[in-house]
């Protein structure tokens, strides 16, 4: 099955500063790559995902990167905010059923 | 509302004791699944369900039991629970392809096993 690493496992940054958080995967057939942000106590939602076909994508403050060849994807968060504190999870799927998620980034956002 | 429900919210129970965790959604999804969050290790997938009366193992699927009779719920099952499943469990739901789209969480169950 899919191996998703991520690091760091913890993160903080200075408020206006950005964030960046790194996941490789192991099985080159993966080809869906979302993220999820969980606050503290919640659950966690989807903030942006990519697919193999594209190399970057961007929402707002938030962009993801894709190097399919070396088999790693990251999540860059600019202009960080207070409400950007949270655990990232980053994840990877080959199959149509099965998400593999790393195993996550607290992300502390210091005022 | 469109939602992902689940209940109870938490719950202490004692070795041994079975227990169902049930989880409900109303956007007419055909996939649902289970996850058990711990620290350290993430989000790992318990079962899954494609559609009524479908389901497959995921990655952590020893001690737990999974049915889907109705589109709407999928509930997790432990016949016989052990403190290694003290854990926070997310069941989620997402249209069709849960690997390939959105899945939508559900508030959680902590769980807490004697």
């Known amino acids: 099955g899919e191996n998703v690493e991520q690091h760091p496992s913890t993160l903080s940054v200075q408020e206006g500063d950005s964030a960046v958080i790194k996941c490789t995967y192991s099985d080159s057939a993966s080809n869906y790559f979302p993220w999820y942000k969980q606050e503290l106590g919640k659950r966690p939602q989807l903030i942006i995902d990519i697919r193999s076909n594209v190399g970057e994508k961007k929402d707002q403050r938030i962009a993801v990167t894709l190097n399919k060849t070396a088999k790693h994807f990251s999540l860059h968060i600019t202009e960080t905010q207070p409400e950007d504190s949270a655990v990232y999870f980053c994840?990877?799927?080959?199959?149509?059923?099965?998400?593999?998620f790393g195993a996550g980034t607290t992300v502390t956002v210091r005022a | 509302e469109a939602q992902v429900t689940q209940n109870p919210r938490y719950l202490i129970t004692v070795t041994g004791k079975k227990l169902t965790v049930t989880c409900s959604q109303n956007?007419?999804?055909?996939?649902m699944s289970w996850y058990r969050q711990d620290p350290g290790l993430g989000l790992r997938q318990i079962y899954y369900?494609?559609?009524?009366?479908?389901?497959d193992k995921g990655d952590v699927p020893e001690g737990y039991k999974v049915s889907r009779k109705e589109k709407r719920n999928f509930p997790l099952i432990l016949e016989s629970p052990s403190p290694n499943q003290t854990s926070l469990y997310f069941c989620?739901?997402?249209?069709?392809?849960?690997?390939?789209?959105?899945?939508?969480f559900g508030p959680g169950t902590r769980l807490l096993v004697l």
């Open positions: 956007m007419n999804h055909e996939y």
């Open positions: 989620a739901s997402s249209f069709s392809a849960g690997g390939q789209e959105t899945q939508y």
């Open positions: 369900s494609m559609n009524v009366e479908v389901t």
């Open positions: 994840a990877a799927s080959l199959s149509d059923y099965k998400l593999s």
